[in-house]
């Protein structure tokens, strides 16, 4: 019997593709998305090791600056195993709607090939155990050159478990937030209202710096702050890029808005401190650009550019007055400006998602409301509530680890004579100069 070539080729196409066919419907990676999902990875922790480490750095005295480093350094090892133990299981675990569960523990059950949607549960899961890092080491900036180390690590690991958790299972990780629809898409609460509420409550615990109201304590090195600044702005994109977990549409526009928010957030910061103080400084623009930055973060994958222009203009004019009004009125020395900044643009940001989501808005349209809610009203309630709930529970719950690491540390400050010498020599033994 003779067969025809082509239907004999017709018929080994068809028994490879059965037997590849297992092959194709188990594979469900999406190679692009990883890839991308991996730069990110590493963007956000750049933005922690080295960024935020030489941003704050610059910002402080140089007898203290190695203690800055040293609590950004310390704060990324601990944080890291704490989501290892049981930060990520606690935050994105089942459980209910206030906390997750211990099903992830130790990153149990978690394979090689264990996928979180279509990348692997690995990277999902080191890709927020970065954000894991750098919210803890942003309230550094409150108690700055004045907490004793000992006092900032059980604080920070503390923190990291009865704050940033339940709010991340409460927004991420399908506790009750997500639930009502708040739009947060890369941290505004998670990340900014957490960290700037509990900067705003050390501040006010420890008290202020010695010296504080009479004593000059400028910058010692602008050029290692502009430096780290530049590396925030570089590593935001993959901070808010890579909140859409995919290489797609959403990403791209993320890293758009977050962008243009930045460089309006900047430039609205200069031009208010060239007219009150005839000259634009420095760290006035850099400033700006870490507002603008920490605005468009919940609303940067539902808003769109024009949306973002106004929110980074808004983010430059009113974190410049929270600043000079947490200085010169109130008189609270949150050293490195954390709640006047990350915590206030965080509110400032989560809010206005709610306004420029709209599809509805001209030039100044976003990508519409959350499924959970109806029209603008509704979703702007949700991001009221969402605000009121992070900032009081995070205010409270600071407190008191405050409170118990005090305790436990028999006090939170170093004694005046420390101060007056530096955290770099008194606490670590080491100078960050030899001049």
């Not at 910061?269 to 920490?294: D, H, N, Q």
Request: aromatic letters at 10%; glycine letters at 14%.
């Amino acid at each position: 019997m003779s067969v025809r070539p082509g239907t004999l080729f017709r018929f080994t196409s068809a028994l490879a593709l059965l037997a590849l066919s297992p092959l194709v419907l188990a594979q469900d990676l999406d190679g692009g998305n990883t890839a991308w999902i991996l730069t990110a990875t590493a963007l956000v922790l750049f933005m922690t090791l080295p960024g935020l480490s030489l941003f704050y750095g610059g910002l402080v005295r140089s007898k203290n600056i190695l203690s800055v480093l040293m609590q950004c350094f310390a704060i990324a090892c601990i944080a890291s195993l704490l989501w290892l133990v049981a930060g990520y299981s606690l935050s994105f675990g089942e459980g209910s709607a206030y906390i997750g569960d211990l099903s992830r523990v130790l990153f149990s059950g978690m394979g090689k090939d264990s996928l979180s949607g279509d990348i692997p549960e690995s990277l999902f899961a080191l890709f927020q155990m970065t954000f894991a890092i750098i919210t803890p080491a942003l309230i550094v900036g409150a108690f700055a050159e004045r907490m004793k180390f000992s006092s900032m690590l059980i604080f920070s690991a503390l923190w990291l478990l009865a704050v940033y958790v339940p709010v991340c299972h409460w927004v991420w990780g399908g506790g009750f937030l997500g639930q009502w629809g708040l739009l947060d898409f890369a941290g505004g609460t998670v990340v900014h209202i957490t960290a700037g509420v509990a900067a705003l409550v050390a501040a006010l615990v420890l008290g202020k710096r010695d010296g504080f109201e009479t004593v000059a304590m400028p910058p010692h090195n602008m050029t290692m702050t502009v430096t780290g600044a530049g590396m925030l702005w570089v590593g935001w994109f993959g901070f808010n890029g890579g909140s859409a977990l995919a290489a797609n549409g959403d990403a791209a526009m993320a890293m758009l808005v977050t962008h243009i928010s930045a460089a309006a957030g900047s430039l609205a910061w200069m031009t208010i401190e060239w007219i009150k103080f005839r000259k634009p400084s420095v760290l006035g623009i850099v400033t700006g650009m870490v507002a603008g930055l920490g605005t468009i973060t919940p609303a940067s994958g539902f808003v769109g550019p024009g949306g973002a222009l106004v929110i980074g203009l808004s983010a430059g004019i009113i974190c410049f007055y929270m600043t000079q009004m947490m200085k010169r009125v109130w008189k609270i020395d949150d050293s490195l400006d954390v709640f006047p900044v990350h915590g206030v643009g965080g509110i400032l940001g989560t809010l206005l998602a709610g306004v420029f989501a709209s599809p509805n808005l001209g030039v100044f349209s976003g990508h519409g409301f959350s499924d959970a809610v109806s029209g603008m009203g509704g979703q702007v309630w949700v991001q009221f509530l969402g605000v009121v709930i992070t900032f009081g529970y995070t205010a409270i719950i600071t407190y008191v680890l405050l409170k118990l690491t005090g305790v436990l540390t028999s006090g939170l400050r170093v004694s005046r004579e420390e101060e007056l010498v530096g955290l770099d020599i008194t606490m670590h033994e080491e100078e960050g100069y030899k001049l």
